[in-house]
């Protein structure tokens, strides 16, 4: 009976902890996107800036290759590719050689943002992560390799 109740009580803390995890991992996430968006001062959305970096590293690129580099829908491509055209940072065009594919570059405005952008993450990373030691950072990666079952 008394081995019951031990593991009722570690069950409880677990699930406790694991609901205290899940509020803290949206917490981060929400304050991550709204303190990148403040960071790009609302010239380009978060999402815009993730699709013009991994067009930006393999140019030309196939909207169905780039939807499952984000791991998202070739339609969700397709929205967020026609705002980036729209603005003038990406250029869409068939292929030469199969007319049937399509392939997204970027313009030289879309690649000087796409620099500048990158810039401005790495040092926003750079400061969100001052207070974490190498190990902690090391440990931290381990961890969520592990969440996504990488590991």
Same mark, same amino acid.
């Given at each position: 009976?008394?081995?019951?109740?031990?593991v009722?009580?570690?069950?409880?803390?677990?699930?406790?902890?694991?609901?205290d995890?899940?509020?803290?991992?949206s917490?981060?996430? *929400?304050?991550?996107?709204k303190?990148?968006?403040?960071?790009?001062?609302?010239?380009?959305?978060?999402h815009?800036?993730?699709?013009?970096h991994?067009?930006? +590293?393999?140019?030309?690129q196939?909207?169905?290759?780039?939807? +499952?580099?984000l791991?998202?829908?070739?339609?969700?491509?397709?929205v967020?590719?026609? +705002?980036?055209?729209?603005?003038?940072?990406i250029?869409?065009?068939?292929?030469?050689?199969?007319? *049937?594919?399509?392939?997204?570059?970027?313009?030289?405005?879309?690649?000087?943002?796409?620099?500048?952008?990158? +810039?401005?993450?790495?040092?926003?990373?750079?400061?969100?992560?001052?207070?974490?030691t190498?190990?902690?950072?090391?440990?931290?990666?381990?961890?969520?390799?592990?969440? *996504?079952?990488?590991?």
């Amino acid at each position: 009976m008394r081995l019951k109740w031990v593991v009722d009580i570690c069950m409880d803390r677990r699930q406790k902890l694991i609901r205290d995890l899940e509020l803290n991992v949206s917490t981060i996430i *929400r304050r991550f996107k709204k303190e990148m968006s403040d960071l790009f001062d609302n010239n380009i959305t978060n999402h815009e800036f993730l699709f013009l970096h991994a067009v930006s +590293k393999h140019q030309p690129q196939m909207i169905s290759a780039l939807a +499952k580099e984000l791991d998202v829908a070739t339609s969700f491509v397709t929205v967020v590719t026609d +705002k980036l055209i729209h603005k003038g940072y990406i250029h869409r065009e068939r292929s030469q050689k199969d007319r *049937r594919i399509v392939e997204l570059t970027l313009t030289d405005e879309g690649n000087k943002l796409c620099k500048q952008m990158e +810039k401005i993450k790495n040092e926003f990373m750079l400061k969100n992560f001052e207070k974490f030691t190498v190990e902690e950072l090391e440990i931290l990666n381990l961890l969520i390799l592990k969440w *996504r079952g990488e590991e």
